[in-house]
């Protein structure tokens, strides 16, 4: 069974710093690319950050490039997002997911395993 398990998340004030982390069980991991996403309550989920299946080709949101680091992991089966700068509106419930056939897709529908989320909360 295929588990992807974040932690990380937390409160913390604006300017500071958070590293969130993606456990992968049940997968090669290295095999998917991966994901990150957020959760704002009454919004959409949207597209955070994203790599390919070693690593590179790193993509951001226009709103976290600078501030973010997605890396990964491979022979640990972990991929990690650095959240440094943080802002108020960076406030939502974060998702880590695996991408079995797109790398480094922006697009929630081209991933295929999710996890359940940590929330992050920035207070001003």
């Known amino acids: 069974q295929v588990q992807l398990v974040e932690s990380g998340g937390g409160l913390v004030q604006a300017g500071g710093s958070l590293r969130l982390s993606c456990a992968a069980f049940?997968?090669?991991?290295?095999?998917?690319?991966a994901g990150w996403f957020r959760q704002a309550p009454g919004k959409e989920r949207e597209f955070v950050a994203a790599s390919s299946w070693v690593g590179d080709n790193a993509k951001y949101a226009d709103s976290v490039k600078g501030r973010f680091t997605i890396s990964r992991d491979n022979t640990r089966n972990t991929v990690h997002l650095q959240m440094n700068s943080l802002k108020p509106e960076d406030t939502a419930a974060y998702y880590c997911?695996?991408?079995?056939?797109?790398?480094?897709?922006?697009?929630?529908?081209?991933?295929?395993?999710w996890g359940q989320g940590t929330q992050v909360t920035v207070s001003s």
């Open positions: 997911a695996a991408s079995a056939v797109v790398s480094s897709s922006t697009e929630l529908t081209e991933y295929d395993y």
């Open positions: 049940g997968l090669t991991f290295s095999k998917f690319a």
